[in-house]
Each structure stands twice: as structure tokens, then as C-alpha cells.
């Protein structure tokens, strides 16, 4: 009866035998109340009232966990990108899909309007030295086109001398590893 | 320091929770000893000692504090909720004497938390249950700060081991600030790093592999 939390691997098991929980909760109060107010029954009241606040703790466990789990999903435009892999995308649900989609658009059309053509602030998260950063390759990942149209090939193991801009992203996704000097 | 994008809801300050707060969830399914002051009916299966079809008047039992805290009214016609031994005389006497010899973790991980939770159920000794979570907290906070502050790279778990949840809390924003402050010292902060999830993945995927 006790509502315990639980985390981000998608719980559908776990909510739907809430919500079950709830509704029983529910039905058995509907009766009481019913039977409190027709055969004047005040004493069923107390009951009424302990399954309520059992009602309210499920309601407050199952809104932090989905609220928490948007936090997560929203922190992940930021750390990773505006695609996510597909074993993050397969714990997700369609929801909460369409929530991140509509949240990426809202921060695009946000960014777009900041100075003449737009400024993307997903960047230089860490404040920037240099134009150009070494970078070792921590897995193959084909052929890489830089601005002047060279053609890098990603090899694993493999380092190189590349723009900043061009590299973060594949830095963040663990494609790349920043190379300090 | 690394980039933070998870922002989690912090648990509330004082005698408030936050609804969303997952630590203060964590914190109002603590148990407290309860005595009902009127009958429960049909509700008897919620105690496990006793076959009864009802929870009689004047039972005692263990109700989390969410549930406390929801039935409890001033006119105490519905539960009377005692006070945890920790915030009792004794031990209260104990911590006003010296604060820092207490071992917080075991008495409860949330006895700031929970203590200030307390203050809801009107009991006569309010008063001094406030003052004494305040003079602890006073009394042990320069400890938790300056250890958070000097210990650098080195195992921490002996320093945190006897720190309540409040204070774990703080000891790991210093640790976070000197870490960040150090790795910024070393020109470390200009690095560009994986994102936190990448880095996860991989460590369960070598865990997987492992036979």
C-alpha cells in the first residue's frame, strides 16, 4: 500500500500497478463516502481520509518520477545533442518523445534570435582557448568533412588537429577525446 | 568542473517539503511511533499483529510521516504521534553538550529533516526540539566546511560516515567547488569532456562483458 519511487529505465509495470492501486483506493471510498452520507455513518470518515492520503502519495510519487524523468531527458539536449541514441530512445515514451522534440524546437527558435543571425549557446559549455583542438578518435566513425571541404578519415586511435566548433559535439558523444597539452 | 544540465528539485527548507522533491519523498517515508485516538474501520489489515476487522482506538503502530502528517489534526481526535527517542530529552541533552561526538548517519540519515518535520504535530517541547536541531547544526557545520574544503583527491567515506543527509549534502557542494576550483588551477577547465551518459554507458557495458 506504501508507494515506493522508482528510476529511469522505462517503469510501465511498475505505474500501471499504481494506477490500479489507486482506483481500488478510490473505488472503496466512493463506497464509504456513500455509505457515510446515506446511513449517517461518520465513523467510516476516518478511513476515508487515511485512504486518501494514500491516494495523494501515489499521485506525489508518480508526478516527481515523471517530472524527475523530464529533468533528465531535458539535461540530455544539453550534455549530449538534438539526437539521441536509440538505447535512450527506446526507454522513452511517446510522450515524453514529443516533449523533447518540442523542447529542441523551443531552444532552437530561442537561439535563433539572439544577435543577427542567431548564436548557438550548446557550445563552448567550457570556456574556449583556442580555435583549433587535438583530438584522439575513441572509435571508428568514417569519413569527417571540415569546413574547407578535407576529408578526415576517423579512424580509431587516431589523432588530429581540428576545429573547435566541428569536434565538440563528437567530443561530448564520446566519439572524440580532447587531447590536452 | 563539469558542465551541469540535471537539475534536480531540492528538498524544501525548514517545516516545508517540496511536492517534487524526490529527497523529501525519501525523507516522509520515514516511520514514526503513533497512537491512534479513534477507530479505523476496515482497515484492520494494515496491522499486521492483529486479525481485527478494524484498527481499534488507542493502538499503537508505525505510520510513515506522510501519513502522519495527513491524518493528524490539532483537536487530536485522530492520532497522537510520539516523538522519535533523537529528539527526546535525553538525547537532546546529549547533543546540546557536544554536538560533534554524534554519529547523525545512524540516528536517522535525515534527522534535520525529520526533527523539523516533527515541529508539525504540536508538541509541548517544540521549542526546545528547534533549538537544539539549530545549536547542532551551528555546532558541527565549521567541521563538515573546513573537511569539505581540504580533502582533495583522497578517500572521503571516514569524514562522510557520520554525517546526517543535510550535511552530506554540503560536504559534497565544497568538495564539488574545490574540485572545480583545482581543476581550473591545473587548466583543466577549457577540456571538453563526454557527456555523463556516454561515460555511464560504457561502464555498464564493461560490466556486462565481465563474466
Known amino acids: 500500500m506504501f508507494c515506493v519511487t522508482v528510476w529511469f529505465c522505462s517503469q510501465e509495470d511498475g505505474l500501471r500497478q499504481i494506477l490500479q492501486e489507486m482506483e481500488s483506493l478510490y473505488e472503496q471510498n466512493q463506497s464509504d463516502v456513500n455509505e457515510a452520507k446515506s446511513d449517517g455513518r461518520a465513523e467510516l470518515i476516518p478511513s476515508i481520509k487515511l485512504r486518501h492520503c494514500c491516494l495523494l502519495r501515489n499521485q506525489r510519487c508518480v508526478a516527481a518520477y515523471l517530472y524527475d524523468r523530464l529533468l533528465r531527458i531535458r539535461a540530455l539536449r544539453w550534455e549530449y545533442g538534438s539526437v539521441l541514441p536509440a538505447n535512450v530512445r527506446f526507454h522513452m515514451c511517446a510522450e515524453e518523445l514529443q516533449w523533447f522534440s518540442q523542447y529542441k524546437k523551443s531552444l ?22 583556442s580555435l583549433y583542438i587535438e583530438v584522439r578518435c575513441l572509435k571508428d566513425h568514417g569519413e569527417f568533412e571540415i569546413d574547407d571541404g578535407t576529408v578526415i578519415l576517423l579512424k580509431k586511435n587516431s589523432q588530429h588537429f581540428l576545429p573547435r566548433w566541428k569536434c565538440e559535439q563528437l567530443i561530448r558523444q564520446g566519439v572524440l577525446e580532447h587531447v590536452m597539452s | 568542473m563539469d558542465t551541469q544540465s540535471y537539475f534536480p528539485v531540492q528538498a524544501g527548507v525548514g517545516m516545508e517539503e517540496n511536492f517534487l522533491s524526490l529527497d523529501d519523498i525519501l525523507l516522509s517515508h520515514e516511520r514514526l511511533p503513533v497512537r491512534t485516538e479513534c477507530t479505523f474501520p476496515r482497515l484492520g489489515y494494515l496491522e499486521k499483529s492483529s486479525d481485527a476487522h478494524d484498527i481499534a482506538e488507542g493502538s499503537k503502530m508505525e505510520l510513515p510521516l506522510w501519513l502522519s502528517k495527513g ?136 560490466n556486462d562483458l565481465q563474466p
Open chain 1, 108 to 129: 532552437a527558435s530561442f537561439m535563433r534570435s539572439l544577435g543577427a543571425d542567431g548564436l548557438d549557446i550548446t557550445q563552448d559549455m567550457k570556456p574556449p582557448k
Open chain 2, 71 to 206: 491524518l493528524y489534526e490539532r483537536k487530536r481526535r485522530v492520532l497522537s504521534v510520539e516523538l522519535p527517542k533523537v529528539y527526546r530529552e535525553g538525547w537532546r541533552t546529549v547533543f546540546n553538550a557536544d554536538p560533534n561526538v554524534v554519529d547523525l548517519h545512524k540516528m536517522g540519515p535525515y534527522y534535520y529533516s525529520l526533527g523539523s518535520q516533527m515541529l508539525h504535530f504540536d508538541s509541548p517541547e517544540n521549542p526546545d526540539i528547534a533549538g537544539t536541531l539549530l545549536q547542532t547544526f551551528i555546532g558541527r557545520f565549521r567541521r563538515t566546511m573546513d573537511s569539505s574544503q581540504n580533502a582533495y583527491n583522497e578517500d572521503t567515506s571516514a569524514l562522510v560516515e557520520r554525517l546526517d543527509s543535510l550535511e552530506k549534502g554540503l560536504f559534497r557542494s565544497g568538495q564539488s567547488g574545490l574540485n572545480g576550483f583545482q581543476s581550473w588551477e591545473k587548466g583543466q577547465a577549457t577540456q571538453i569532456t563526454a557527456s555523463s551518459l556516454v561515460l555511464n554507458y560504457r561502464k555498464r557495458k564493461i
